[in-house]
């Protein structure tokens, strides 16, 4: 694949997720738009070689069965080869009046879930299948409540005054991503938005506000279903089973696959000292903006699992990823991470969060990034090349966006 413009108009976008249609053998890619304030929300672009894109639209319609009122991220559409139709996985900020009900307690502001919405075209308008996220309640019974016990909102705690801190927390909920396997179960991956896990770092001596990447498994008969009007739900082991006490709120179960303190790598802590340097930001690290695949290593099947690492705006924003038996782990970092990184030379900044894509025998990650230091994200296309449990890569290229 090469890339013959030599100055090409950006495909403005962040968390691009890459569906090929088949029926129309056309390449739609949909993305964050940053447009919570209008009707609809989500970019949506179409190709036929996954360099060239054309404008379609927006693609949710917030204004139908409405549950969330901002933070709109991280969109991926499905289509099911049952009922025929589209499924748009996302995330969002619950209205407030939805943040009893989800986290236990009014005072929850950056509340996250999972909303799932649905059309029969590529193109569509989507329309949420409920008013209300997915019926999914993860709940981490160790986690510290620190919040009520912090003098400033971004500045740690300290051991001392955490031991007098309360447990158990649900969880914000970002970055989705669904993973079909080929014995017909589905899987959901998911980050716990950083907000507010704090977990304390032996080595480091101070708590560090982490994003984590989880896994639960989904139901499928919203995906087999010929109607395609089935909630998506979760599977019943997980319902439920983090409860340990009388909550009225569900407290349900996950896997945690990917964290820095399972598989400690040192590229990953560009941020945890960002409350001494700018004082107006959390010491924090993320892994976020998960895709998951798999290929056949030697004659066995490993699970691949890509992931963003650090905060978008840094020079160390890149692009990990991960290996497994199995869709829930225990993954092995690559010790070569990151595998996706920025390239001054040619002007390509801050890489991450994309999704994979096949053409033919060739695998390409879609991701973004930045052309410059301005903190607005456009599309960027690159292939990859495996070599057993290693990944590379070719050219980072910028997509164009089509105006004719």
């Known amino acids: 694949m090469e890339n013959n413009i030599k100055k090409v108009n950006p495909v403005f976008g962040a968390d691009p997720y890459v569906l090929f249609d088949e029926k129309s053998q056309i390449y739609y890619c ?13 970019s949506i672009y179409r190709s036929k070689d996954l360099i060239n894109w054309i404008y379609v639209g927006r693609a949710l319609d917030k204004t139908k069965k409405s549950w969330a009122k901002d933070w709109f991220w991280a969109p991926e559409c499905y289509q099911s080869p049952y009922s025929k139709k589209f499924f748009l996985f996302y995330s969002a900020r619950v209205k407030d009046s939805l943040l009893k009900e989800y986290f236990g307690t009014t005072n929850y502001d950056e509340g996250t879930k999972i909303g799932v919405a649905v059309s029969s075209s590529p193109e569509g308008p989507f329309i949420n299948l409920t008013d209300h996220p997915i019926e999914y309640y993860p709940y981490n019974p160790d986690q510290l409540v620190l919040a009520p016990l912090m003098k400033n909102p971004l500045e740690p705690c300290t051991l001392e005054e955490a031991s007098k801190a309360k447990k158990g927390l649900h969880l914000s909920s970002i970055g989705v991503n669904v993973f079909f396997d080929d014995d017909g179960r589905i899987y959901l991956y998911f980050s716990k938005c950083a907000y507010p896990n704090w977990t304390y770092d032996e080595k480091y001596h101070k708590f560090i506000e982490e994003s984590n990447i989880c896994a639960v498994e989904l139901n ?41 303190h399972k598989d400690p790598q040192a590229w990953e802590n560009a941020d945890i000292d960002d409350f001494s ?39 160390q924003y890149g692009v990990g990823v991960a290996t497994s038996n199995s869709p829930f782990g225990p993954f092995k970092k690559n010790p070569n991470n990151p ?12 890489t991450g969060h994309g999704s994979l894509i096949e053409k033919g025998h060739d695998y390409y990650y879609v991701f973004h990034a930045r052309r410059d230091m301005n903190p607005r994200r456009s599309i960027y296309i690159t292939k990859l090349s495996f070599d ?10 910028e997509c164009n966006l089509l105006t004719d």
């Open 220 to 260: 499928t008969d919203w995906y087999t279903d010929k109607e395609g009007n089935k909630p998506v739900t979760i599977a019943r082991e997980f319902i439920d089973s983090n409860r340990n006490n009388d909550s009225p709120v569900r407290e349900d179960g996950f896997i945690q696959v990917i964290s820095y």
């Open 388 to 397: 057993g449990l290693n990944i590379s890569h070719g050219e980072l290229i």
């Open 30 to 42: 949909y993305c964050t738009s940053g447009d919570d304030d209008d009707d609809f929300t989500f």
């Open 339 to 350: 595998i996706i990184s920025e390239d001054p030379k040619e002007d390509v900044f801050s």
């Open 277 to 315: 340097r700018y004082h107006d930001r959390k010491d924090r690290r993320w892994s976020e903006g998960s895709t998951t695949f798999t290929r056949v290593i030697d004659g066995k099947k490993k699970y691949f699992l890509m992931y963003s690492a650090n905060h978008y705006m840094q020079p």
